[in-house]
């Protein structure tokens, strides 16, 4: 299900979901005049079809909160994880000063190729590595390892590595947020599956009653929709409107160059 929804551009997805609301609003009130239209003792009574009505209004109105909150907590753990990013590679350059030559500037080199690495995937322009996180981490640690080799008993040496270190946890960290830590696809699901019967309930309840079509439905069908692109947007890092800022690790960017040259 998950792939199924990701296939589909932000915008598309808001499309499709407006459409199954829209049919199901259709199916349920023509099935509605239906009922209300036969024999008054074979009519279906308003009163019990309105409470139940409620009830799926109010289950889903409780799965979209756990999937927006699920999303939400995504969002802001992606942010966390890049701050925490940006902090440690700083350190870790600022540490290097404390290893030797040629090693230092090897370092130095692979972090501010690892920055522009790490910019690439979100569209930031002007990235010039042509090397992956996972190659420019292992040189990294190649480098860390080949110093503590040299210098085992050195209190500074020790903190660099321990430095090296956390940059590729962080890495691991973000990796796993951005491509792991989404919403379930069976959660996807049975959204879907609520929201076809809710609103075709509700309209049902409407061709019951007798009422006309209201337009304030198209308004309820478009406002839903738009919350359910929140959510996939919230849920799809490097997608749609709603990302994590860069600014961090861009301001880190020009700082390493700057330091650099």
Do not use: C
Not at 28 to 46: A, S
Request: proline content about 3%.
């Amino acid at each position: 299900m998950q792939r199924l929804t990701d296939a589909l551009p932000i915008w598309g997805l808001f499309l499709v979901v407006l459409l199954i609301v829209l049919v199901s609003i259709e199916i349920g009130y023509r099935r509605g005049r239906i009922v209300q239209q036969r024999d008054e003792d074979k009519k279906e009574k308003e009163a019990p079809v309105g409470a139940m009505v409620g009830a799926t209004l109010g289950l889903l109105a409780f799965l979209l909160a756990i999937t927006f909150g699920i999303a939400e907590d995504g969002f802001n753990a992606r942010k966390i994880a890049l701050n925490d990013e940006v902090s440690a590679i700083r350190t870790t350059y600022l540490r290097a000063a404390f290893i030797p030559e040629p090693q230092r500037d090897e370092v130095r080199r692979i972090l501010r190729q690892y920055v522009d690495e790490q910019l690439q995937w979100t569209g930031v322009p002007e990235g010039r590595t042509r090397e992956s996180a996972k190659a420019l981490l292992d040189q990294l640690w190649t480098q860390a390892a080949l110093v503590g080799e040299k210098h085992p008993d050195v209190a500074n040496i020790a903190l660099f590595i321990d430095s090296a270190n956390r940059v590729i946890s962080l890495n691991t960290e973000r990796v796993n947020l951005r491509e792991r830590n989404r919403i379930p696809g069976a959660m996807d699901a049975v959204l879907i599956l609520l929201t076809i019967l809710t609103f075709a309930g509700m309209s049902y309840h409407g061709g019951v009653a007798g009422t006309v079509r209201s337009p304030v439905m198209v308004i309820v069908a478009v406002s839903f929709s738009l919350v359910v692109m929140l959510i996939a947007d919230l849920n799809r890092p490097g997608q749609g409107w709603i990302n994590v800022s860069q600014d961090a690790m861009i301001d880190l960017r020009n700082a390493l160059n700057g330091h650099g040259h």
